[in-house]
């Protein structure tokens, strides 16, 4: 299970290797409010034994039993498991244009950027890490209580994930690029929903159905409507407008950005009533 290409390991694709699958579950079961879980590691000897059962047989591991009582055992592994993969899970190709991403001043432009190249992976590197930022993001859940941050988790797996290509100056590279790294593994984290499209969009409210409703409305009433519409129109003038893309998805607002709009928005609610 360890050191092998995910091309190799994965024969569909589309479906997690099976010690991800299992580890990431056990830690949502009973370590998503363990203090420091990835950041404290599990006893050595234990990760080790683990590892040797999942490359003997992993159908046969209940990660369950009182045998891996300690959780950061099955977390270590997992770290063990994307430390060891012969390429990062985020590939050496995109490495430069993650680091170029980060970099990026304009909040929504860099997460377009970082967008961007997370659809660019292989299907089966963008497969295992949608599922593993699924996972991180859940952990973030229970932050209050883990003490495990975005920031905590992009420290611990920003290494694994985002690594420079192999080379004489690829430690210097890596060191000197380690906050990029970090900011961009940070941004999956708390964007994940929107980065990885997991919301689908809603649908549209059909036509038919708005006319029909306003034609049972008095005409009083609709004239009131009327007037409440164009005070409220004249009050969205004054919202930011974000940058346009190919794509009808708007990327998420900057935290400025959100409170500018929660202050238009109580406008608009005032004039309408």
Known sequence: SFGIDLARLMPDPKVVPMIVEKCLTEIELRGLEEVGIYRVSGAAADVSRLRQLFNADPDA?????DEFYDINVVSGVMKQFLRELPEPLMTYNLYEGYINAASIDDYDERL???????QALPV???????RLVEHLERVTDYEEVNHMYGTNLALVFGPSLLRPPPGSSSFALAMSNLGHAQSVIKNLILQYHWIFNVEEEAEPIEEDSECAASTNEGGQEAAGDEQSDAQAAEAAELLPVLPKRDSLAQPPLSPTTLADMDSLAMAVNKLSV
């Open 61 to 65: 591991i209940d990660l369950s039993s």
């Open 112 to 118: 377009w950027a970082i967008k961007d190249l997370v």
């Open 124 to 130: 089966p590197n963008y497969t295992v890490l949608k």
